[in-house]
C-alpha cells in the first residue's frame, strides 16, 4: 500500500477525495492538512478512523504541525491535492521537492501562464527518481463519458460538427459558492474556470475519440449576475485541426435554463453525452439510411474514485496515467482561458495549441 496525506479541507476535499482514498485498496490515509487548524482537524475527524489520521496545519504555528513537517514523513510517498486555485501550484512545487508523487485539483494553475511556470519546472527535474506529478480531473474517468468515447470511436466517420453546453444558477446558498474564495475570486473566470474546465476536459476527449481537437475559438462572454464576479456565462464558436465547427455555451448565471450536453456529429451518426445518459443515432451496419437508435442509461458518478485507483497505480507502477498529465490539464486550461480572452477582447480571435 501507498501511505498518502490529503492537503486541503473544505467542501471538496471532504466530501469527494477523503472517502475516495479511503475506498482505495492501494491507498493508506496517514494524514491530512489544511491551513487552518480548525479545518484540518475537521477533515481528520471525517475519516473512517480518525485516531489513525495525524492533522497538519500552519495556523497557528505548532512545532512539528507544519506542512513542511508533514512533507518530511518517510512513510507518506504520495500527496493528493486540493487546495483554492491560487494556493495549488506552489504547494505542487514543495511537495515535489520533498520527492512526494502528486495528484493536484484542476485547474493545474491559475493561468496558462503560470501551469506553463510549473510544467517547465518539473519536466527540467529530468527523469531519474523524478516523482510523479498528476493532475485530477475526474470527468475523464466518469464511466457513462468513456462509454459515450468508446460509441464515437465505433461509430466512426469524419467529425461534421459538436457542441457544448452547460447551463446553470449558483444559488447564494450553494456551498461552493460560500468558500470565501470562490465568493470573491482573485483568479480569472470565476466559476467558469473553476467548473469549466470539466466541461471543456469532457468536449476535448469526446473529439479526440473522433480524433480532433479544438484549434481555434471565438466567443462573447457576460457576467448575468452580479454576484458571480467576474464573469458567469460565455458562448463561443470553436474550430477543429480539419476546420469543422462546433459550438460552446457555459453559463453560471441562468437561473430559468439549466442542463449539460455534449454532442459529436460524425457522418455516420451522433453521440450525445449528460453525465448520467448517452444517446446514439448511427446507420446501420455502418452503411444505408437506416437508423439505430440506442440510448443507455449508467448511475451518477463523480469519477473522483476512478481517478484516485488510476493514480495509486501509477505509483505503484512507477508511470503516470496519460489521462493525468499536466499537458492535458494545460490543454483544458488554455481552451477555458482564450474564451474569456475572447469574450474579454469583443469576440477575438483566437488560436489554440501551445
Same mark, same amino acid.
Given at each position: 500500500?501507498?501511505?498518502?496525506?490529503?492537503?486541503?479541507?473544505?467542501?471538496?476535499?471532504?466530501?469527494?477525495?477523503?472517502?475516495?482514498?479511503?475506498?482505495? %485498496?492501494?491507498?493508506?490515509?496517514?494524514?491530512?492538512?489544511?491551513?487552518?487548524?480548525?479545518? /484540518?482537524?475537521?477533515?481528520?475527524?471525517?475519516?473512517?478512523?480518525?485516531?489513525?489520521?495525524?492533522?497538519?496545519?500552519?495556523?497557528?504555528?505548532?512545532?512539528?504541525?507544519?506542512?513542511?513537517?508533514?512533507?518530511?514523513?518517510?512513510?507518506?510517498?504520495?500527496?493528493?491535492?486540493?487546495?483554492?486555485?491560487?494556493?495549488?501550484?506552489?504547494? &505542487?512545487?514543495?511537495?515535489?521537492? /520533498?520527492?512526494?508523487?502528486?495528484?493536484?485539483?484542476?485547474?493545474?494553475?491559475?493561468?496558462?501562464?503560470?501551469?506553463?511556470?510549473?510544467?517547465? !519546472?518539473?519536466?527540467?527535474?529530468?527523469?531519474?527518481?523524478?516523482? $510523479?506529478?498528476?493532475?485530477?480531473?475526474?470527468?475523464?474517468? &466518469?464511466?457513462?463519458?468513456?462509454?459515450?468515447?468508446?460509441?464515437?470511436?465505433?461509430?466512426?466517420?469524419?467529425?461534421?460538427?459538436?457542441?457544448?453546453?452547460?447551463?446553470?444558477?449558483?444559488?447564494?446558498?450553494?456551498?461552493?459558492?460560500?468558500?470565501? !474564495?470562490?465568493?470573491? %475570486?482573485?483568479?480569472?473566470?470565476?466559476?467558469? $474556470?473553476?467548473?469549466?474546465?470539466?466541461?471543456?476536459?469532457?468536449?476535448?476527449?469526446?473529439?479526440?475519440?473522433?480524433?480532433? #481537437?479544438? @484549434?481555434?475559438?471565438?466567443?462573447?462572454? /457576460?457576467?448575468?449576475?452580479?454576484? $458571480?464576479? *467576474?464573469? #458567469?456565462?460565455?458562448?463561443?464558436?470553436?474550430?477543429?485541426?480539419?476546420? +469543422?465547427?462546433?459550438?460552446?455555451?457555459?453559463?453560471?448565471?441562468?437561473?430559468? +435554463?439549466?442542463?449539460?450536453?455534449?454532442?459529436?456529429?460524425?457522418?455516420?451518426?451522433? =453521440?450525445?453525452?449528460?453525465?448520467?445518459?448517452?444517446?446514439?443515432?448511427?446507420?446501420?451496419?455502418?452503411?444505408?439510411?437506416?437508423?439505430?437508435?440506442?440510448?443507455?442509461?449508467? *448511475?451518477?458518478?463523480?469519477?473522483?474514485?476512478?481517478?484516485?485507483? /488510476?493514480?495509486?497505480?501509477?505509483?505503484?507502477?512507477?508511470?503516470?496515467? =496519460?489521462?493525468?498529465? *499536466?499537458?492535458?490539464?494545460? @490543454? #483544458?486550461?488554455?481552451?477555458?482561458?482564450?474564451?474569456?480572452?475572447?469574450?474579454?477582447?469583443?469576440?477575438?480571435? @483566437?488560436?489554440?495549441?501551445?
Amino acid at each position: 500500500m501507498t501511505g498518502i496525506a490529503l492537503l486541503g479541507a473544505g467542501i471538496f476535499a471532504g466530501e469527494e477525495h477523503l472517502p475516495a482514498i479511503e475506498a482505495c %485498496p492501494a491507498l493508506t490515509l496517514k494524514a491530512v492538512y489544511s491551513r487552518s487548524q480548525q479545518s /484540518a482537524e475537521a477533515l481528520a475527524a471525517a475519516s473512517k478512523d480518525p485516531a489513525s489520521v495525524a492533522v497538519y496545519f500552519d495556523r497557528p504555528a505548532v512545532e512539528g504541525k507544519s506542512l513542511a513537517d508533514l512533507l518530511q514523513r518517510d512513510d507518506i510517498a504520495a500527496v493528493d491535492i486540493v487546495l483554492p486555485i491560487l494556493h495549488q501550484p506552489g504547494v &505542487v512545487e514543495q511537495a515535489l521537492r /520533498a520527492g512526494k508523487h502528486v495528484l493536484s485539483e484542476k485547474p493545474v494553475a491559475g493561468d496558462v501562464e503560470g501551469a506553463q511556470k510549473l510544467i517547465a !519546472w518539473y519536466e527540467g527535474l529530468g527523469t531519474a527518481n523524478k516523482p $510523479l506529478w498528476g493532475v485530477a480531473e475526474n470527468w475523464r474517468y &466518469v464511466e457513462s463519458l468513456r462509454y459515450a468515447a468508446q460509441r464515437v470511436r465505433e461509430m466512426g466517420g469524419t467529425l461534421v460538427t459538436f457542441k457544448l453546453h452547460k447551463y446553470g444558477f449558483v444559488k447564494s446558498d450553494n456551498k461552493y459558492f460560500n468558500t470565501e !474564495w470562490r465568493k470573491t %475570486p482573485e483568479y480569472q473566470g470565476g466559476f467558469l $474556470l473553476d467548473g469549466g474546465v470539466h466541461f471543456v476536459a469532457g468536449l476535448r476527449f469526446l473529439l479526440a475519440a473522433a480524433g480532433q #481537437d479544438i @484549434k481555434q475559438l471565438v466567443g462573447y462572454s /457576460a457576467l448575468l449576475d452580479q454576484r $458571480l464576479i *467576474p464573469v #458567469d456565462t460565455v458562448h463561443a464558436v470553436a474550430i477543429t485541426q480539419d476546420g +469543422k465547427s462546433g459550438t460552446i455555451g457555459i453559463s453560471f448565471g441562468t437561473e430559468f +435554463k439549466s442542463g449539460m450536453e455534449i454532442e459529436v456529429v460524425t457522418t455516420n451518426g451522433a =453521440v450525445s453525452w449528460d453525465t448520467t445518459v448517452v444517446k446514439t443515432v448511427a446507420r446501420k451496419g455502418g452503411s444505408g439510411d437506416e437508423r439505430v437508435e440506442e440510448t443507455k442509461e449508467f *448511475p451518477y458518478s463523480s469519477g473522483v474514485t476512478a481517478e484516485l485507483g /488510476a493514480f495509486a497505480k501509477a505509483v505503484e507502477a512507477g508511470k503516470l496515467d =496519460v489521462l493525468q498529465t *499536466p499537458l492535458e490539464a494545460l @490543454k #483544458d486550461l488554455e481552451i477555458l482561458q482564450r474564451l474569456l480572452e475572447s469574450g474579454a477582447g469583443g469576440a477575438a480571435v @483566437k488560436a489554440i495549441g501551445l
